[in-house]
């Protein structure tokens, strides 16, 4: 009896120390909802984001900063040195896209699903600080990113405008006030008073084409005008804002709008993460490519492995695979065109080696476990020796296309033997040394 005493109290001691998991309460109002699906939002970006910054990715994005600084610093100190009116027009429109692409970054987070028409439509003026409380917490990143994008083009701006370089922090402060009044007229779409025809509210595009416009105003107005046009628009704006935040409670509320800006937000994201890592909202597509057969058919080697015919199928039909090299290959190939040294040129054609490898090295035992597989004995080594045949006619198409642009893009011819060479060189040292490094360390 001691015993079995002693032993309820150990059980009933041990259950005190670990009390049951208890289920997650369900938000019992509009503010709880969003603190609730803010929350799912961010475990999605922190999940997603950990897959994308591994351990390679990680060095890869650090090489690719110490690159931009470099180059950044080179092209300023070329800018510089040259005539401005030589250089005016070039400056004007490689800034004007450039903050155009800045500027339309972003979304409001809204957080309002398909199913909130029909069990949460009627909460009616509760959704109002709702979705303004999206709207803002939407604007923090993006104004983030727009500020930086302005500091980077200002010093090259300064140099063929108006614009001074006291005057940066206006030229910032009136930019964020142009995106805080971009943001706050898509929530008022909301209620019809964001512009536009009613039911057809002004996309965020068109805001975007606005501030080009008035940016390309203040780049070719003189002195003393440039500051006064962007600050008129922006006075004209956010006086248009107080005014049109009275009238909401007068006008009907567009909840199909909401659902539909906040499905087209969610497909971005998740657009955005495939292209690093699979995503169930994603699916892969497959296209056939007939104009390719006759290419794959001379892999006569390739074609007679199992998995040879297949990793040449993949990479060049499947959207999934096809678009990392493809990718990487384009990204490369425009930065050698700006490249300032035959030394930046060697290291930006082994960044896009690495970048590809890494990318694509899991293509090798992505099919491993598939039944069809499983049928056929598998040689040990096959596998490997089979993937870094199909990895050299890739890195050789990238190869052939960063030469090809190097010849043009070169300031001396000199460099280029030296510079295929070094390519050709890293690239044979990757094939050989990674690949059966990272087929060893990573079997199924």
């Not at 096959?382 to 090809?404: C, D, H, K, N, P």
């Amino acid at each position: 009896m001691a015993k079995q005493a002693s032993a309820g109290v150990a059980i009933d001691a041990k259950n005190r120390r670990r009390p049951p998991k208890q289920r997650q309460s369900m938000p019992k109002s509009l503010d709880e909802l969003f603190r609730f699906r803010f929350h799912k939002h961010l475990q999605e970006i922190g999940k997603y984001g950990r897959l994308i910054l591994n351990d390679h990715f990680s060095i890869i994005l650090f090489v690719l900063f110490a690159f931009g600084i470099t180059f950044y610093q080179n092209i300023l100190i070329r800018v510089q040195a040259s005539n401005p009116a030589e250089v005016r027009i070039p400056i004007i429109i490689i800034s004007l896209v450039w903050l155009a692409f800045c500027f339309n970054l972003g979304q409001p987070l809204w957080y309002t699903k398909d199913p909130d028409k029909s069990y949460l439509f009627a909460r009616g003026e509760e959704w109002t600080p709702y979705w303004l409380k999206g709207t803002l917490l939407g604007l923090i990143i993006p104004a983030i990113c727009f500020g930086v994008g302005q500091l980077i083009v200002y010093p090259f701006i300064s140099y063929v405008s108006a614009w001074q370089g006291g005057q940066i922090w206006f030229f910032i402060t009136l930019g964020l006030l142009m995106k805080l009044i971009s943001f706050l007229l898509l929530y008022l779409n909301i209620y019809d008073l964001g512009f536009g025809r009613k039911g057809s509210p002004l996309p965020q595009i068109a805001h975007t084409s606005l501030y080009t416009l008035l940016l390309l105003g203040t780049l070719v107005l003189p002195p003393g005008y440039h500051i006064g046009l962007m600050a008129s628009a922006a006075i004209l704006g956010l006086g248009y804002i107080l005014w049109a935040m009275s009238q909401r409670r007068k006008r009907w509320i567009q909840f199909d709008y909401v659902v539909h800006q906040e499905t087209l937000r969610e497909a971005k994201f998740y657009r955005l993460v495939s292209i690093f890592a699979d995503v169930p909202d994603q699916k892969v597509t497959v296209s056939r490519r007939q104009y390719l057969d006759w290419f794959l058919k001379q892999m006569g080697t390739l074609n007679q492995s199992r998995y040879g015919y297949l990793y040449m199928r993949v990479l060049f039909r499947n959207d999934a695979y096809a678009g990392i090299w493809l990718r990487v290959m384009i990204f490369v190939a425009v930065m050698l065109v700006f490249a300032p040294s035959p030394i930046f040129a060697v290291l930006l054609g082994v960044l896009g080696y690495i970048l590809t490898l890494v990318q694509l090295m899991p293509l090798m035992k992505h099919y491993q476990r598939h039944p069809i597989q499983k049928i056929y004995p598998n040689r040990a080594g096959s596998q490997v020796e089979t993937f870094r045949m199909t990895m050299t006619i890739i890195i050789g198409l990238q190869t052939a296309v960063y030469a090809l642009v190097y010849v043009f893009a070169a300031s001396e011819f000199v460099h280029v033997p030296w510079v295929i060479v070094s390519w050709i060189l890293v690239a044979a040292i990757l094939l050989m040394s990674y690949i059966p490094w990272w087929g060893r360390h990573n079997e199924i």
